[in-house]
């Protein structure tokens, strides 16, 4: 039964177009300082070099979305993101790439009148990409800001445009994640030995669904652990069981993935969402001041926080090989420059 779920799941990805965006494997990289420090074996998957304008994790995911476009002939791609959204800005600059129109719905997510948040970092990169910028209320409607997209395509059609919407909510197919069971199939490939345990960002989902399936299937004896960087680990489960769900009927492996594969670590989301509370500012110092790579607050401090808050829960051992998957957004820095600042004052 494994053998033919693998052999299946992988046809099934070979099935989907795809446009190649990310030209190279993405660097597997020790980091030396940190496993001395926190006295386990630990590496890093550098996929904030993925992709162009400053890079990041969604650029896997957009491979599959944009072939899909492609595939149909579309036009204008139209997707929707908090403000500093990192998928927003690399979907502009992807489209830019295959000669197509981008609109970028930001969605208000927190509560900031802060002028740096609001049009340096990410905004200020959607605007020299090109995009047109256009704005949804709400934060926390998913439904409600994909539907609003969908609007706006059959407004498009009418104008006689091709558009083609990349959706958001938990309810669609998660093509995305197609690109991070690729992911895996790269990391396996690269490793000289078995990883214990994966650290990854939980937001959507996306990302984190794809490594499942991928190292379920590849390596099944890592344990892939995803941070909670949006929601927390209730609510994360609940999303997450559904996402697993759909990507066992999207693939025709009705038996792949069960609850049995969600494994979620929240311990840093606090405040919130695009907040940074104590663990993250302190995940932020300990990269930056020990290895010298930068973290985002959103979601890379929050995601390497579990990577010290698992060993002090006592769920990763003294000797442990660790993978932590950096997934970039490193121009959100920029938009959280007072932040930033108060935090190195402590």
Partial sequence: MFNQIKNQ???FVLSKPRKTILDFETPLVR???LSKKLNIDLWMKRDDLAGPSFGGNKVRQLEYYLGEACSQNADTILITGAVQSNFVRLAAASAVRFGMKSIVQLEQRVSKQDNNYNHSGNVLLNNLLGAEIIHYPEGEDEEGADRALYVLAEKLKKEGKNPYVIPLSRNKPPLGALGYYRCAEE?????DSTFDYLIVASGSGATHLGLVAGMSLLSPSTKVIGSCVRRDEEMQTERFRLLCELINSFSGCPNFLTEQDIFLWDKALEPGYGQIGPLAQNA???MAQNEG??????YTAKSFAAVPGLISDGIIGAGSRVLYVHTGGNAA???YQ???QK????
């Fill in 293 to 298: 790579h930068l973290l985002d607050p959103v």
């Fill in 338 to 340: 007072n932040e930033i």
């Fill in 343 to 346: 935090i190195m004052k402590k």
């Fill in 333 to 335: 820095i920029f938009a």
């Fill in 187 to 191: 990391i396996v490939g690269q490793q």
């Fill in 9 to 11: 799941f992988a046809e």
């Fill in 31 to 33: 980091l030396e300082t």
């Fill in 284 to 286: 932020m110092k300990l």
